[in-house]
């Protein structure tokens, strides 16, 4: 068998390998525009040899994956965080990154993460490009509300509706300005049936998913924030208990403690962003239509600050949907199992 070690770029991959067999080993660089590194790769296919690919958890790889896949090699995707948390010299190249990624895989050091399937990353994408076009729309719709406040109108939410939208374009503007408004509201006309379109293929999806539709008896929780919690997390037994994921979804304080004296700074942020600001959305709904929630949220806010209480919730609720999946109960039961992340209370007598 092959092993190869790939620091991986763009447009071009830096390569370690080892043949176990012979002992052979070398390096080198392959270009990925003038389709070298997929003709190294199909070489070895046609020769007959056994390969172990290892790289980094990196972007713009999809096309890599798929050709290994193509290929039957087996790739390894590290954590990379902890693969440069094990380099010991202060001395960081691309040969250097592959000879690293080779050593940890011989020294079966490696540190896997999960992976998740193609028809789970397509699906993201479906997320993803919703998420984009709503807030396309959001700042259309600001610069809309904009032009109404300098014309001195202040119709808030109003301005959308038929009678709001007909006063805004009955407005004298100047000629740019004129020019700006039509162009916004045909762009916003544009946008709405697409976004609508795109949620009703997100609640389509939600609906074949009988743990989507579990975590959606949670108060606040919608198709998409669900459907979003799901296909990121992927597998509730990936976590040994819930605190993981608060740690998962990046949101948890960063930590620079020493000698007895302990530092916390802002969240953290190394989770999906995506799902992160679901959860925090979602939060504020159930706070918004659940009493407990509701109660929960005012004390938080009450003791810090708003912003910090909505995280706090944000992070709550990431752990109570983590329960919900794996014991496999809907809100009302999960409440009355009694684990921690269900009761709402505050700890000092308050319910």
């Known amino acids: 068998m092959m092993i190869i070690g790939v620091d991986y770029h763009p447009s071009f991959q830096t390569i370690a390998f080892l043949m176990e067999e012979t002992g052979e080993c070398g390096e080198q660089e392959l270009n990925h525009s003038e389709g070298q590194a997929e003709r190294f790769y199909r070489d070895l296919q046609q020769r007959g040899i056994r390969v172990r690919v290892g790289m980094e958890a990196t972007g713009y790889s999809r096309w890599f994956e798929r050709l290994l896949g193509e290929l039957g090699f087996e790739l390894w995707i590290g954590d990379p ?151 990121i997390i992927g597998t509730p037994e990936r976590f040994h208990r819930g605190k993981q994921i608060g740690t998962y979804v990046g949101m948890i304080p960063s930590e620079d403690s020493s000698a007895g004296k302990q530092r916390l700074g802002h969240i953290s942020k190394q989770g999906n962003s995506l799902l992160r600001f679901l959860l925090v959305e979602a939060a504020q709904a159930a706070a918004r239509i659940h009493p407990d929630w509701r109660r929960r949220y005012i004390h938080l806010a009450m003791r810090r600050h708003r912003s910090i209480a909505k995280v706090a919730m944000g992070r709550r609720m990431a752990i109570q949907l983590y329960w919900m999946w794996r014991t496999g109960c809907e809100y009302s039961q999960s409440v009355k199992c009694g684990s921690y992340a269900g009761q709402l209370g505050t700890g000092h007598g308050v319910k």
């Open 81 to 231: 965080a902890e693969i440069k948390a094990k380099r010991i010299k202060k001395q960081k190249t691309d040969r250097n990154d592959a000879r690293l990624l080779l050593r940890l895989m011989l020294e079966n050091n490696f540190p896997l993460i999960w992976v998740p399937s193609p028809e789970n990353r397509d699906l993201r994408q479906l997320l993803w490009h919703r998420h984009r076009l709503v807030q396309m729309r959001t700042r259309i719709m600001n610069q809309l509300q904009a032009l109404a406040m300098n014309e001195g109108y202040r119709w808030k939410k109003k301005l959308f509706n038929e009678s709001g939208r007909a006063q805004l374009e009955k407005l004298s503007l100047a000629p740019w300005a004129s020019r700006r408004r039509q162009e916004l509201l045909e762009l916003l006309d544009r946008m709405n049936p697409t976004i609508e379109e795109l949620t009703a293929a997100v609640e389509r999806e939600a609906r074949k998913r009988p743990e989507v539709l579990r975590l959606m008896t949670h108060p606040g929780v919608g198709p998409l924030t669900a459907l979003a919690y799901v296909l």
